[in-house]
């Protein structure tokens, strides 16, 4: 016999006003609830288990190809390993100069006797200005910021003709971008984009169709992650003094530091699978076909993994944090990410005696299908 699966609706406003406390009540009260959208998993173990067993719980969401986001073993592996080799830690090394470049001047063009805010005058132009340096698409970052804003519009809305305009409008932008080292042939900048261009997978060359769909998952969605992650480590700085002094004196390892503060508040609220045989969780059994949010700020928060969820543990939490997934699918762009937002932090700190919520103005929070901040009005001195 299998226990009924407890009803939510995840996107009534009640629930969008604080999702980590929703998230933390859901969890408490049942490790699974079914919404008409499918059947959420809130506990870390339930989570875990589910990205690790890609046989039961596939990528394949929709009819849409996004590779390597929406492949299953075994084509995964040989994309996924494509893709791995843009991120070793030599690439970063050599990376990380231009992107301290890119946060110093940011941070030095922020005023220090008006609010800034963290996402839109900090995390967003960071992140575009980062990830054009990295892929060489130097002069679109005009055009990045723009579509952030318009896809964060469409998102919001919900209404999926604006959702598919705004995915075209980023898919042509791409397209640009590898039209015109097409067309430069040997002359193309040397840059991850060209290298795109040239790969092979057993021994053909990657089809415009993927390579879009490579770029998109390495621009469209990570933007958007890195924006939302700085916003959660700016107000966690804002909000906890005895950490941000410690980061000044260089007392702690700032990496460990800003994967504990998005383990505490994930933007990164779920990924998507679908079940392809019958699955349990527990006492609860989910048909074959049902799709299955993996809801990794609930499981980040579970107290049963971490004790106290809203204590700051880097060191001892480290093991067990999801915030880049885990699985075949766990993030590729870590290493990237990891060196951009510990770059933007330690500019900030050292550009800075102080970093503060502003007087006047309040926090405001991102809701679905982002989490952490839309807006961390701050004051730096
Ligand atoms: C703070 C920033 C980021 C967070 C929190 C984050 C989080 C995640 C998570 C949780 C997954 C697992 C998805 C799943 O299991 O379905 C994932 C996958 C992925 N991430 Fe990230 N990510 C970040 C930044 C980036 C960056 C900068 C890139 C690339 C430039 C990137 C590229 C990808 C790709 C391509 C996948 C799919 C991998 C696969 O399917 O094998 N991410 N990310």
Known sequence: MSAQIPEWEPLAEPQLVDQRGTY????????????????????????????NDPVTYSSATSAYRAVPNSLDPPEHARFRAVVDAFFTPERMRSLEPR???IAGELVDALPRDADVDAITDIGNPFAVRAQAEWLGWHGAEGQLLVWMADNHRAIRSGERFRTAAVAAAFDAIVLRQVQHRRQLGRAAPDDPTTELLRLTIDGEPLNDGDI???????????????????GVVLHFLATHEPVQDALRR??????AAVDEMLRIDDPFLVNRRVTTVA????????EPATRVYLNWTSANRDETVFGDLDAYRPAENAAHNLVYGTGIHVC????LATMELVVAVQALLAATS?????????????????????HVPLRLS
């Open 250 to 255: 260089g007392a702690d390892n700032c990496a």
């Open 354 to 374: 102080r970093i503060e919520l502003a007087p006047a103005a309040e926090p405001v929070r991102e809701t679905y299908p982002v989490g952490g901040w839309r």
């Open 332 to 335: 590729p762009g870590r290493p």
């Open 279 to 286: 699955a349990r969780v527990g006492e609860f059994a989910i």
């Open 212 to 230: 879009v769909s490579i770029l998109r998952n390495w621009t469209g969605g990570d933007l958007g992650s890195i924006a939302a992650a700085l």
């Open 99 to 101: 992107i301290r470049t």
């Open 24 to 51: 933390d009540r859901m969890r408490a009260a049942c490790p699974v609830a079914r919404s008409p959208r499918g059947v959420t998993l809130f506990r870390h173990a339930d989570v875990v288990a589910a990205a």
